[in-house]
């Protein structure tokens, strides 16, 4: 029996990214998919490669009417919802605090965390109906530990961090587990500013990526789906409330390469003693 037999999940940001590898992951293992995402010609070619598995919605995650859309399409077509996976994002406004316009502050925010806050929103009346369900909310490495992104960017995703342990709280009763998935440095169309580009400049950026953790390769999407893929799955029915790092190692500390030379050869003790002349 496949993973997910017989769930149904709706994966914002599903055309390309970790969330395409979500969406193939997900067919493959038995599910039913919406994939919600602005880009219509990949999406629709995606969601036609799959199957009658697979539907596409063109979402924008900032307009509450097209999240509900896609809610909708799953429960219309498939009478449930099992997973929402709040997937969509980019990487926001760059430079210093002092420097920032409010409007992209705002829009910022409005995509990686208003767009998480919506797919919430309308993925918890059916699932409370239903008494069970997973939501998965992709959050960052930078929503954990500071200097691993921008500004405005760590900040929205260390919201998405505690918008998911405190929903997890509220609706654990129900039986509803609310994770958030914490990548580190994945290649995708988004880490590598290529959203809409040939994917093959993704490539540029893998040494980039792969000497910034302990582990040294390049994470990939197909890292991050698999994480998921356990967090929608019954395997994890006792899992609620937790943001886990998918990363390499990248947020555990300051490389070994980068540590200081004398920490790195042996040294003897040298006791201390006050006393001493």
């Given amino acids: 029996m496949a993973e997910l037999d017989g769930k149904v999940a709706v994966i914002t940001g599903g055309a390309s990214g970790i969330g395409e590898s979500a969406a193939r ?8 998919v919406v994939i919600a995402d602005m880009q219509q010609e990949r999406g629709a070619a995606l969601a036609d490669e799959l199957g009658e598995a697979a539907l596409f919605r063109q979402v924008e995650v900032r307009q509450e009417d097209e999240v509900k859309a896609a809610v909708d399409l799953a429960t219309d077509t498939w009478g449930r919802l099992d997973c929402m ?6 990487g926001g406004v760059l430079g210093p605090v002092e420097d920032i316009p409010v409007e992209d502050f705002d829009l910022t ?11 919430m929103k309308h993925a918890v009346p059916v699932m409370k109906r239903q008494q069970s369900g997973s939501i998965i909310n992709t959050g960052s490495i930078a929503g954990v530990t500071a200097g691993r992104g921008p500004l405005v960017y760590s900040a929205a995703k260390a919201a998405v961090v505690q918008l998911s342990k405190v929903s997890a709280m509220e609706l654990g009763g129900h039986f509803i587990r609310v994770n958030c998935l914490c990548p580190g440095y994945i290649a995708t169309p988004l880490s590598a500013n290529t959203v809409g580009r040939p994917d093959e400049l993704i490539e540029k950026t893998h040494h980039t990526y792969a000497v910034r953790q302990p582990i040294p390769r390049t994470g990939m999407p197909d890292d991050i ?3 998921a893929l356990f967090l929608a799955s019954d395997r994890s029915s006792f899992v609620t409330g937790q943001a886990i790092v998918v990363d390499g190692g990248a947020a555990t500390g300051v490389m070994w390469s980068d540590q200081k030379e004398v920490y790195k050869t042996y040294h003897p003790i040298k006791v201390y003693n006050p006393d001493a002349g």
């Fill in 109 to 119: 925010m409005d995509v990686l965390l208003r767009g998480v806050f919506l797919g």
């Fill in 25 to 32: 992951l997900f067919v493959a293992e038995g599910a039913k």
């Fill in 225 to 227: 789906a698999q994480m």
């Fill in 85 to 90: 996976f709040n997937n969509a994002g980019f």
